[in-house]
């Protein structure tokens, strides 16, 4: 018999690099990687209706409409191979009515991961993050370059990433990061992300790797 798959969600401020670990933790773990800016930014890339509506909250670092983002999420959350092979929801939820919302549908994390990164290193990643559209890869300039001059010379910068803009989404994220937390009090398992990318997934690999251990454990005593 196998364990159920691992349900994750992963959270913290902007840059605190959860597009990061979360490439690490589906290499490993084969998780379904559910991102909501993601989501959205594709949504923007389609052209369609959604798409612009959405862009004008992101633009201001703002949240996007619940009417927009939870069906996007539900849906993605609801396909065979989410279930399948477990879920790793990122960015999502960021308010208590959105944590609510997905209780609603039943959906309920395992664990649920806080990156912690000091305020003043997260303007200086944002502003340094650049994006590979080939491998969707995340690079720094400084922290993560790429690896090859025909990777350097393609990559982007996403529209929100200006230090003025970043200072719009942290004030988001405070207005809203302890009313989330109390949701998952239980669950909740806090990381450093101030230490290199290698490090926080050793961290966040830990913590996985006991909660499938105890999973194993649960179903073997059935
Ligand atoms: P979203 O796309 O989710 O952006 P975010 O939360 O601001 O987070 P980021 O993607 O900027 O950062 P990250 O934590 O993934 O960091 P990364 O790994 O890239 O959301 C964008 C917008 O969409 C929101 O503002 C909102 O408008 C809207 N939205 C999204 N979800 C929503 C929701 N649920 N409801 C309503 N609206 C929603 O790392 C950053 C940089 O740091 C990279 O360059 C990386 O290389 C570097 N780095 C990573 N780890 C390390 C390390 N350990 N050491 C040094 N550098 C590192």
Avoid at 123 to 129: H, K, L, Q, S, T
Avoid at 171 to 198: A, D, I, P, W, Y
Wanted: aromatic share 6%; glycine share 8%.
């Amino acid at each position: 018999n196998k364990p159920e798959p691992l349900k994750v969600m992963i959270s913290g401020a902007p840059a605190s690099g959860k597009g990061t670990q979360c490439q690490l933790i589906t290499k490993k773990y084969g998780l379904v990687h559910i991102a909501a800016g993601d989501l959205l930014r594709a949504e923007i890339s389609s052209g369609s209706e959604m798409g612009k509506q959405a862009k004008e909250y992101m633009e201001k670092g703002q949240l996007v409409p619940n009417e927009i983002v939870v069906m996007m999420v539900k849906e993605r959350l609801s396909q065979p191979d989410s279930q399948e092979n477990g879920w790793l929801l990122d960015g999502y939820p960021r308010s208590l009515s959105q944590a609510t919302a997905l209780q609603e549908f039943g959906f309920q994390p395992d664990i649920f991961i806080l990156l912690e990164v000091p305020e003043d290193n997260l303007v200086e990643r944002v502003v340094g993050r650049r994006l590979d559209p080939v491998t969707g890869r995340i690079y720094h300039l400084k922290y993560s370059p790429p690896e090859t001059e025909e990777i350097a010379s393609r990559l982007t910068q996403r529209f929100d990433d200006t230090e003025e803009k970043v200072k719009l989404r942290l004030q988001t994220h405070h207005q809203n990061v302890e009313s989330v937390l109390s949701m998952f009090e239980g669950v909740t398992v806090k990381v450093n992300g101030n230490v290199s990318k290698e490090e926080v997934f050793a961290q966040i690999d830990s913590a996985l790797t006991q909660l499938l251990e105890q999973k194993q454990a649960t179903l073997g005593s059935m």
